[in-house]
Nanobody, 123 residues
């Protein structure tokens, strides 16, 4: 199994910053991609930013220039630096990891989600 543990959410005023972290652990053979998604009340979960092992990144238009995703491959950890936060960034933020894990007899592809961390931006 693979576990994802998120941290770093909280309450911040508009214009402020937060940094989210997500650490993956367990029987991991390799991680192909890690990313962040968010879900606001009454809305569908949406992509915020992703980063693949090759280094390329993808951002939602709404966060470009304000959010930065980074990875520490040695620690299987992904970060999301969020600057110039706006009230519309308020949501539960979820980490997602995709890759290959090990069982007793073979390698199996996986996709796991973290438990989510609340980010609230006050105006």
């Amino acid at each position: 199994q693979v576990q994802l543990v998120e941290s770093g959410g909280g309450l911040v005023q508009a214009g402020g910053s937060l940094r989210l972290s997500c650490a993956a652990s367990g029987s991991i053979f390799s991680i192909d991609a890690m990313g962040w998604y968010r879900q606001a009340p009454g809305k569908q979960r949406e992509l915020v930013a992703t980063k693949v092992s090759g280094g390329s990144t993808n951002y939602a238009d709404s966060v470009k220039g304000r959010f930065t995703i980074s990875r520490d491959n040695a620690k299987n950890t992904v970060y999301l630096q969020m600057n110039s936060l706006k009230p519309e960034d308020t949501a539960v933020y979820y980490c997602k990891a995709e890759g290959v894990r090990l069982t007793s007899s073979r390698q199996v592809r996986f996709q796991y989600w973290g438990q989510g961390t609340q980010v609230t931006v006050s105006s």
